[in-house]
């Protein structure tokens, strides 16, 4: 079944279709608002968040600043960093960065999940040899991993990487207390990455979500899977451990093509096609589940950003949307590799296909805590910004951060 002979999915887009004059994001997204030029809510969000950075001497400055804190804490230590490593272009080229440019010691970790493909491991393990930098390479339990993620599948919500997402983030932070590593750097960045509509899937950092789904359709205790707590994630690690987390490539003018390029021709990088394809699984979920059960091609935001950032022109965009996201024979090699790999009946497979979608909201979970949370935090922080002067909390920070 197909986006287009789904009658589930004709709920989800209830108004008149409409494309951002500025970039390729439509009312595929139902949270979408345009102003009277037609330009999205998303394009003005991302001018007035590079506005925010300053000019390039500010951000010059602060990424200085961050530097020098990374490198004092990290003084008389074998690192002063520690990062995730995915295989994708952006956390290879932040690896790279922070090493030939910055001059930091980071300690790089990776979570095997078991959907790593070939060209993934290679691209990790090249790099890291190249780098010079340490690796280590966290396993998950396989047992366990594919009963989460049938259970995330079976449940019908949109974000299928939950269970992934959730996994890398906890592990890493992990490692970090293991080592005593407090700075932590994120290869996120708004120039290519700034467009993502939330109605297209839910913070994978709630515990509470996650557990929920896997109560109502897992099938065995999760008993090592490294789940992160609302307590560790917004109290301790922030303000009572004070891990802090860095976004270099936001001071810089980073360029995706640029990146490959540079990744290509100095670590022998090479490319998987598509944004997070290093992971079958994600490839999976991204090009096929998403487009046709919801009708969400998360194309459209990954090409919307490098549009609002310069460094894709709208025609050509356009051009690549037009390109089908599967060649029939592959998909149907994907699709029987998934449902093995997950223990799937292909008879269930199309059943839940077929079924209505559903939303992190038809499940037990705590967007409306965390959302008194930030609404707290900021009333809080503006208070004592009022009568003393003061920055935002460390805590205010962390609930704020995109994931």
Request: charged letters at 25%; one cysteine or more; hydrophobic letters at 35%.
């Amino acid at each position: 079944m197909n986006f287009e002979n789904n009658p589930h999915t004709k709920s989800l887009h209830k108004h008149p279709y409409q494309a951002c004059t500025r970039c390729v994001m439509d009312t595929s997204d139902p949270e979408i608002q345009f102003d009277e030029q037609g330009v999205c809510n998303h394009c003005r969000h991302y001018e007035a968040y590079v506005a925010s950075l300053g000019d390039a001497q500010a951000r010059a400055a602060k990424l200085n600043q961050t530097v020098q804190t990374l490198k004092a804490a990290g003084q008389n230590r074998e690192y002063d960093c520690i990062m995730g490593l995915s295989g994708g272009v952006d956390s290879s080229y932040l690896a790279h960065y922070a090493v030939r440019t910055l001059g930091l010691r980071p300690l790089v970790v990776h979570v095997d999940s078991g959907w790593n493909s070939e060209l993934a491991v290679s691209n990790i393990e090249t790099m890291c040899n190249r780098l010079g930098i340490d690796l280590h390479t966290l396993v998950l339990d396989w047992d366990e991993m594919r009963d989460l993620q049938r259970a995330y599948f079976r449940s019908g919500v949109p974000n299928l990487d939950v269970p992934q997402d959730h996994a890398f983030n906890a592990a890493m932070v992990g490692e970090a207390k293991k080592y005593g590593i407090r700075n932590v750097l994120n290869g996120g960045n708004m120039q290519t990455e700034s467009i993502l509509p939330t109605a297209w899937g839910y913070d994978a950092s709630d515990p509470g979500s996650l557990m929920a789904i896997h109560k109502r359709f897992g099938t065995m205790p999760l008993k090592t899977y490294p789940l992160r707590s609302d307590f560790s994630r917004l109290l301790f690690d922030p303000c009572i451990f004070g891990m802090r987390v860095h976004r270099p490539l936001e001071y810089i003018d980073y360029n995706k093509f640029a990146a490959k390029k540079l990744l290509h021709e100095e670590l022998g990088w090479r490319d998987y096609g598509g944004k997070h394809y290093e992971s079958r699984f994600t490839k999976f979920f991204q090009a096929h589940y998403l487009p046709t059960k919801f009708g969400y091609d998360k194309r459209k935001a990954h090409l919307a950003s490098l549009i609002v950032s310069g460094q894709l022109s709208r025609d050509a965009a356009l051009q690549e949307l037009a390109v089908p996201l599967y060649d029939a024979e592959e998909l149907e090699s994907d699709i029987t590799y998934f449902c093995k790999k997950l223990s799937i009946p292909r008879k269930e497979y199309e059943e839940v296909m077929a079924s209505p979608p559903k939303t992190h909201r038809d499940y037990p979970n705590r967007e409306a805590a965390y959302a008194r949370m930030r609404r707290a935090t900021q009333f809080a922080s503006r208070a004592r910004h009022a009568l003393f002067g003061r920055a935002p909390t460390a805590l205010q920070h962390v609930v704020n951060t995109p994931r």
